[in-house]
């Protein structure tokens, strides 16, 4: 059942209609028994990998729940110490090995034919290239429970004795494609609580369902194929051609996962439940540190909470920070630690990425340019500069600036390969010209005007949602609070356009999801 075809939307509204014709109290097996069946038409294997995870994971929440409630017996002070000490070792060592065994089974699928291939290079060994069905969203849900055990054994919330509540926490089907990474304390709770039929959230659902779908279908598919021509054969074009490719893949990315996401959270919102936001116009940033906080928002906390914070915390890098204060000047020592912290960090994301040199550099790319933000405002003091200014002109600079640095990084995390990716930014550098760039757009590349009419206005459509969201606007709630008329007419274009140029359009060819099987 491809997400991005009909029979998936209906059969996520057959769902909904099911979850409010059953008692509230047994709501949550319905969003259960609609998940499992989601998953198995990838087919069994794929669900089995789930099941697998779901089953380790949950009989692991167990015994950290049973060594995180331990207390000392003993009748001395200095036994329970020892006691509690020895309880946080055991603690630590099973945390360490379901965390380890999780993220094996990520590292075997995704990255087991890259690594073979690596060492038969290095070594000129023979070893077999290992190639795995990857299970659809496995990455999202790796990242959902692993958090789930590090709060269990911080003590952040008890684990979830019931296995088939645990389970819809894992497999709730919105979430399995796009994400978001929710947290077990927010999620949990909405989906067990059998919620109430409203009016408000079917309004608010669907909008946002046509929203996803109309930036999915017009924008990012129809970009697809181009941009896919630019990177696979980008040394036959000028280098403006290559630019423009990188740019538009940043549109098509953008909206293909926040699309996605619009699209599953719109249905997540017809059953009552809200999941965590995951984009917030990150386009309009005004520094790259801006654009991460604003760009797959769930991936950057998780980040932060159980990667950054432990790094920054460690031993070891205590021991750093402690040294550099001591031989450096106090202000440029503080930002040792945590740009180092946010290099790896980003380093982890490249890795994220998927398998290949490519991504990696584009973790790199990152980290480089973060790390560097964080050494600004010493650099600025010692050089005794002005603050920085706050202005409007100052502020579209790094707007400008900011996506400057988001197209280049995106070179690399589309390319097949680093040489691509450098061949591509060489030929941008080197032969930017102009002289065939009509006939490569508009001949060679397909950019008709039947594309133009598809994506400019669905474009305006986002950019002007967009921009009166950073104004404060919340858009859904404003057209619900209009008169009938003006929610029908938008409503009708919406539907009619949704009608004619997706799925009643013979000619419109369904794309996967860019982080479908990341």
């Known amino acids: ?291 991460w906080r604003r760009w797959h928002i769930s991936l950057g906390e998780w980040m932060k909470d159980y990667l950054f914070y432990p790094l920054a915390l460690s031993k070891p890098f205590g021991r750093l920070a402690q040294s550099c204060r001591r031989h450096m000047p106090l202000d440029a020592a503080k930002c040792i630690v945590p740009s180092l912290c946010t290099f790896l960090v980003f380093l982890a994301v490249g890795v994220w990425q998927g398998p290949g040199m490519a991504n990696i550099a584009y973790g790199l790319w990152n980290g480089f340019w973060m790390s560097l933000a964080m050494f600004r405002a010493p650099i600025r003091k010692h050089l005794r500069l002005s603050p920085e200014d706050p202005k409007k002109g100052a502020l579209v600079w790094g707007v400008v600036r900011t996506n400057l640095l988001v197209i280049i990084g995106r070179y690399f995390s589309n390319a097949s390969s680093l040489r691509s990716a450098l061949g591509m930014l060489k030929q941008t550098v080197l032969h930017f010209g102009v002289t065939r760039v009509h006939a490569a757009l508009f001949t060679e590349l397909g950019f008709s005007l039947s594309v133009l009419w598809k994506v400019v206005p669905m474009l305006g459509v986002v950019f002007a949602v967009s921009f009166a969201a950073e104004r404060g606007t919340d858009v859904a709630r404003w057209l619900c609070e209009r008169k009938w008329l003006v929610q029908f007419l938008i409503l009708f274009v919406a539907l009619l356009t949704v009608v004619l140029f997706v799925y009643g359009n013979a000619g419109y060819t369904p794309i996967a999801y860019v982080y479908e099987n990341v």
């Open 1 to 291: 059942m491809p997400i991005t075809g009909l029979s998936f939307l209906l059969f996520a509204l057959a769902a909904v209609v099911l979850y409010y014709l059953f008692p509230k109290r047994l709501r949550q097996y319905v969003l259960l028994a609609a998940s499992i069946l989601f998953y198995l038409t990838y087919g069994v294997r794929m669900a089995g990998y789930l099941a697998a995870t779901i089953l380790l994971t949950y009989l692991f929440g167990l015994w950290l729940d049973r060594l995180a409630a331990f207390r000392p017996a003993a009748e001395t002070k200095e036994e329970r110490k020892r006691q509690k000490r020895a309880n946080d070792r055991k603690k630590r060592r099973v945390l360490a090995l379901s965390l380890v065994l999780n993220f094996a089974s990520l590292a075997l699928l995704k990255y087991g034919g890259f690594l073979a291939a690596a060492v038969n290079s290095v070594l000129g060994t023979e070893l077999p290239l290992p190639h795995f069905l990857l299970p659809l969203g496995i990455s999202f849900y790796i990242f959902q429970t692993s958090a789930y055990l590090i709060d269990i054994s911080r003590g952040k919330h008890r684990t979830e004795r019931s296995f088939l509540r645990y389970a819809l926490f894992v497999c709730y089907f919105p979430q399995l494609v796009q994400g978001p990474i929710n947290r077990f304390a927010d999620l949990q709770p909405q989906l067990t609580a059998g919620n109430d039929f409203s009016w408000d959230n079917i309004q608010h659902g669907f909008l946002r369902m046509l929203y996803g779908v109309l930036k999915k279908a017009m924008i990012a598919d129809t970009l697809a194929p181009i941009v896919a021509k630019i990177y696979g054969g980008y040394a036959a074009y000028p280098g403006i051609i290559c630019f423009l490719g990188a740019a538009l893949y940043c549109i098509q990315l953008y909206c293909d996962f926040s699309g996605g996401i619009d699209l599953m959270m719109g249905i997540s919102r017809l059953f009552g439940i809200s999941m965590q936001e995951n984009f917030c116009r990150p386009y309009f940033s005004v520094s790259l540190s801006d654009f």
